[in-house]
Nanobody, 124 residues
Framework: QEQLVESGGGLVKTGDSLRLSCAASGEYINRHAVGWFRQAPGKERESVAATDRSGISTYYANSVQGRFTISRDYAKNTVYLQMNDLKPEDTATYSC?????????????????WGQGTQVTVSS
């Protein structure tokens, strides 16, 4: 059974950095596209970044372009989201998700299994 576990969230100040991890219980994640999403209270879930199985093709939301980087460590069955220059508007619960197909997508409906999320809070 596919399982994803996020970690690395926390409370930081404006301008700080965090690295989120999305770890799978097995190497199956290495064959799937992976995306990071976030949801703030009272707002809809939005796509933040995504990568295909090769790690070469990536997608970033305009709001995080140039500040966030998605990457993969195949040996550790893990996908990372490096977040730099954090802003209060980045405050949200961040979740990773994986898609069976090698689809680079910003649509949550394209993803097949999800982690439970990790909270990121950025104070001003």
């Amino acid at each position: 059974q596919e399982q994803l576990v996020e970690s690395g969230g926390g409370l930081v100040k404006t301008g700080d950095s965090l690295r989120l991890s999305c770890a799978a219980s097995g190497e199956y994640i290495n064959r799937h596209a992976v995306g990071w999403f976030r949801q703030a209270p009272g707002k809809e879930r939005e796509s933040v970044a995504a990568t295909d199985r090769s790690g070469i093709s990536t997608y970033y939301a305009n709001s995080v372009q140039g500040r966030f980087t998605i990457s993969r460590d195949y040996a550790k069955n893990t996908v990372y989201l490096q977040m730099n220059d954090l802003k209060p508007e980045d405050t949200a619960t961040y979740s990773c998700a994986a898609a069976y197909g090698n689809v680079l997508s910003a649509q949550s409906s394209d993803y097949n299994y999800w982690g439970q999320g990790t909270q990121v809070t950025v104070s001003s």
